[in-house]
């Protein structure tokens, strides 16, 4: 089993900046893939940005040029900059082993004046 533990949210005013971090522990052997979520208020989670031993990181649309995920052992990191209202969300780190998905447990992020 892999645990995750994610930190860095909180309350942040627009044009602000956070990190989020996901640090997995446990049985982390072959974890070749790891990446951010995020969800808001009623609307499905969806996916912010993704990194993959042997592939280019990647990132939806809507972020573009303001995040940036990166990767150092077992801890992927979301650093969030230039952060928008619309940006307001639960943020979900996920891993991969294998075949085999774990979810980190979410932090919050808020993005308001």
């Known amino acids: 089993q892999v645990q995750l533990v994610e930190s860095g949210g909180g309350l942040v005013q627009p044009g602000g900046s956070l990190r989020l971090s996901c640090a997995a522990s446990?049985?982390?052997?072959?974890?070749?893939?790891m990446g951010w979520y995020r969800q808001a208020p009623g609307k499905q989670r969806v996916l912010v940005a993704t990194?993959?031993?042997?592939?280019p990181t990647n990132y939806a649309d809507f972020v573009k040029g303001r995040f940036t995920i990166s990767r150092d052992k077992n801890t992927v990191f979301l650093q969030m900059n230039s952060l928008k209202p619309e940006d307001t969300a639960v943020y979900y780190c996920?891993?991969?082993?294998?075949?085999?998905?774990?979810w980190g447990q979410g932090t919050q992020v808020t993005v308001s004046s």
């Open positions: 990194i993959t031993s042997g592939a």
């Open positions: 446990g049985s982390i052997f072959a974890i070749n893939h």
């Open positions: 996920k891993v991969v082993q294998y075949a085999t998905v774990f």
